[in-house]
């Protein structure tokens, strides 16, 4: 049974940092791409970075590009988001995504929230 299990998530200030970490189970983990979605009070899921299977290419939606990095960590079956100079606007649950193919598991998501 595939497992997504996210954590990391809390509440922070304005400018502040988190670590969000998804640790996943029951999948051969590098061959999954592997991405973070959000989805904030009355809005769609949004996608907010994507990391390919090995790690070396990754993408970013535009809100985020340079505060936030995606890696992963395929010997421990971990994809990381490294969230800086954190805003209000990116408060929202955050998801974890494994998808191969047609195949597309989420994790149950994180939530974060950035106070002022």
């Known amino acids: 049974q595939v497992q997504l299990v996210e954590s990391g998530g809390g509440l922070v200030q304005p400018g502040g940092s988190l670590r969000l970490s998804c640790a996943a189970s029951g999948l051969t983990f590098s061959l999954y791409h592997m991405s973070w979605y959000r989805q904030a009070p009355g809005k769609e899921r949004e996608l907010v970075a994507a990391i390919s299977t090995s790690g070396g290419s990754t993408n970013y939606a535009d809100s985020v590009k340079g505060r936030f990095t995606i890696s992963r960590d395929n010997a421990e079956n971990t994809v990381y988001l490294q969230m800086n100079s954190l805003r209000p606007e990116d408060t929202a649950v955050y998801y974890c995504?494994?998808?191969?193919?047609?195949?597309?598991?989420w994790g149950q998501g994180t939530q974060v929230k950035v106070f002022s």
């Open positions: 995504q494994a998808k191969i193919g047609s195949r597309t598991y």
